[in-house]
Structure formats: C-alpha cells, structure tokens
C-alpha cells in the first residue's frame, strides 16, 4: 500500500501561533485554499485517480482537507474518519500562545525528554510520547488496509512523532 500522508490546511489558530491539540478548530480562508490547491494539484497529476481512500482525522481541520482532496478522486474511494489521527493531546497547554514563556518552557521539557526517547513522559494532564506514537502507527495501518492507494489527512505533530517511532524500528 501507498500511504501519502498530508497535514491539514491552515486554521485562525495556527496564524495566531496557539496550540490547538484536539480542540476542534476549523480552516480558515486560507486553509481552505491550501487544501484546494492540492487536492488540484493531485488532480492534475493524475494521483488523485489512482486513491482507493481517503482517510482523516475527525477534527474539522482535517476533515475539510481531506474533503476537498475526496472530491476530486474517483466516486468509488472511500472516504472515512479516524479519532487514532488526531493531533497530540497537549493538556494543559492546550489553547495557549506558543510563544507564551511558560508554555514555551512546559513544551520544550516534555519534548526535549521525547527527544532523548523518554517516551514515557507526557504533557500534564495530555498524553505521552508512547500514547501517541501507537495511537498513529494504529491508525496509519488501518488505514492501509483500505486499498493499493491510500491518502492520509493528519496533524504535523502525530505524523512527526509516528515516522520518528518507525525510523527507530518501532513501526
């Protein structure tokens, strides 16, 4: 199976540099042309007919991307929802500015210790490094099993930490 692997379009969260997690924040104009823009992109290279499936995380932002890369592939892919894509659970930094000094401290311990495969560690009152991790590499086999030609629409963070755990041969 080919999996390509796609994160969502921009949101208002994103410009604003705040950590959206598994809140449900939807694309903003922008996003919304990016996803547009690709999904013609894979149109009009002829890839988009060749995808037995597109498969998305269930948050908004996602699934608008994904929606718009589905409507230029054949009727008959299949086009489904997967909670094992959302983004990490951030927990308590949830919602915050990125650039927030405490929340810029609190993310780059918990990352930092990720980095040294301390995958134990996880953000207070969020998830771990090994949560996620099998969380993702669960859902991108899954979504696998849906055909030769599989598009995936994530958040960079799960993709990021999913492709480190197979490059460690955890995958």
Known sequence: TRLLIVRHGETVWNAEGRIQGQLDIKLNDVGRAQARRLAEALRASGFAGRVDAVVSSDLARASETADAIAAVCPPGAQRRKDAGLREINFGAITGKPSADPATLALRTEVIDAWCKADFGRNFPE???????????????????????????VAHGALIKWSAIS???GGG
């Open 126 to 152: 969020g998830e771990s490094g090994a949560g996620v991790q099998a969380r993702g590499l669960r859902a991108f086999r899954d979504a696998a099993e849906l055909g030769g030609c599989v598009v995936v």
């Open 166 to 168: 197979i490059e460690l």
